[in-house]
């Protein structure tokens, strides 16, 4: 937080910024790194400009973690479907909060070392949430028996460094 807040990028006491905390399965850094971040302002289209954080498969409305895991510890292409749709359940959820939907999204990204291909085109096509396409990150989320994170942005203008 004391980097956000050395950066600037609080807006009214509020912290805009929206990450995913993954993990690199090969060749990992040595120490925790900032490697991107993304935050959202008011843009000039028409269009809403958005960031939606990285959710894993897991119920946000549980007490902890580990009892609220989608399919727990099953990596099968069933699991991993369960897994892939609680996920795509929570994005839509926070799209829809912020008045937008997948058709708004100019980006997604999947974080899994598990193969998508077995439920590509039913889940993540035909829900809409591969547009414009998706990346796959080959990596894990941060919390031991999750397996499966996603994230979406719908932006006028990217800026990388």
């Known amino acids: 937080m004391k980097t956000l807040e050395r950066w600037q990028l609080f807006r009214n006491g509020l912290n805009p910024v929206a990450r995913s ?3 690199p399965e090969i060749d990992p850094p040595a120490a925790p790194v900032f490697h991107a971040f993304s935050y959202a302002q008011p843009g000039r289209a028409a269009a809403p400009n958005f960031v939606i954080a990285g959710s894993g498969e897991v119920s946000e409305r549980g007490n902890n ?5 989608v399919a727990y510890g099953d990596t099968s ?3 991993m479907r369960q ?6 359940d929570e994005m ?12 708004d999204a100019t980006d997604t990204q999947v974080y899994t070392v598990f193969d998508v291909h077995s439920y590509l085109a039913d889940d993540l096509v035909r829900r809409g949430a591969a547009n414009r396409g998706f990346s796959w990150h080959f990596c894990r989320p941060p919390i031991i028996g999750l397996e499966f994170e996603m994230d979406c942005r719908g932006i006028e203008t990217e800026h990388m460094l």
């Open 83 to 88: 897994k892939a749709r609680c996920v795509l």
């Open 65 to 69: 973690y580990r009892d609220h895991i």
């Open 21 to 23: 905390n993954v993990c």
């Open 77 to 79: 292409p069933a699991g």
């Open 92 to 103: 839509e959820r926070r799209l829809g909060a912020l008045g937008v939907g997948w058709k």
